[in-house]
């Protein structure tokens, strides 16, 4: 167990729906990251956000967005769903804010857009 | 730009011989490398790190890897493999805006 907890485990929505997937960080990590992994695309980096504010940003779409509240914990906004969408979405936390520590995934959200 | 690359999707090897993971880099400046292991429907494990020091960096599991500048190669190995390791691993660089970015995977079949 990573520590890691993200909810749902698995998705299932129609194209043009809007999700939100949850992240909790292990206690006292600062750093959420979020990754997209599908079979074509491999892991993407989508975005990370260190103590409440965005720090960096990768392959993230127009039609997603995050954030982290105060309580640190992060959510993952898709909206206008498209079939290419559907993937495993992955959230992981690290005490740093720089990226020489080790990264605590959790188990993702499968998301299935039909 | 930073990148990693690991040039093989699959590695096929019998339990008890030795094996090895392959992955190349591309930085600007000092390289800061990672290996993770994904097993089924789980997430991505931490198994090692090169950030300085020594070229041989050992990690979970009993794997290493060895770190090799002139190469650019960070290749993971283990000296027995066993069937439980059986899964995907990731080899991963740390890029100028201090993310991760992750190889393409490589998935390792042990053999009984």
């Known amino acids: 167990d990573s520590g890691v907890t993200q909810t749902p485990k698995h998705l299932i929505t129609a194209t043009g729906q809007r999700v939100t997937l949850r992240c909790s960080p292990r206690s006292g990590d600062l750093s959420v990251y979020w990754y997209q992994q599908s079979l074509d695309q491999g892991l993407q980096f989508l975005i990370q956000y260190y103590n409440g504010e965005e720090r960096a940003k990768g392959n993230i779409l127009e039609r997603f967005s995050a954030q982290q509240f105060p309580d640190l914990h992060s959510e993952l906004n898709l909206s206008s769903l498209e079939l290419g969408d559907s993937a495993l979405y992955f959230c992981?936390?690290?005490?740093?804010?720089?990226?020489?520590?080790?990264?605590?995934f959790g188990e993702g959200s499968r998301l299935t857009v039909l | 730009a930073q990148s990693v690359a690991q040039p093989e999707d699959q590695v096929n090897v019998a339990e008890g011989n030795p094996l090895t993971v392959k992955c190349t880099y591309s930085v600007s400046g000092n390289p800061y490398l990672f290996w993770y292991v994904q097993y089924p429907n789980r997430g991505l494990q931490f198994l090692l790190k090169?950030?300085?020091?020594?070229?041989l960096v050992k990690g979970s599991y009993g794997f290493e890897a060895e770190f090799n500048k002139s190469q650019t190669s960070f290749h993971l190995k283990k000296p027995s493999a066993l069937v439980s390791d059986s899964a995907l691993y990731f080899c991963a660089v740390r890029d100028d805006t201090d993310k991760l970015i992750f190889g393409t995977g490589t998935r390792l079949q042990v053999f009984p």
């Open positions: 090169y950030i300085t020091g020594d070229n």
């Open positions: 992981a936390s690290s005490v740093s804010e720089v990226g020489v520590g080790e990264l605590f």
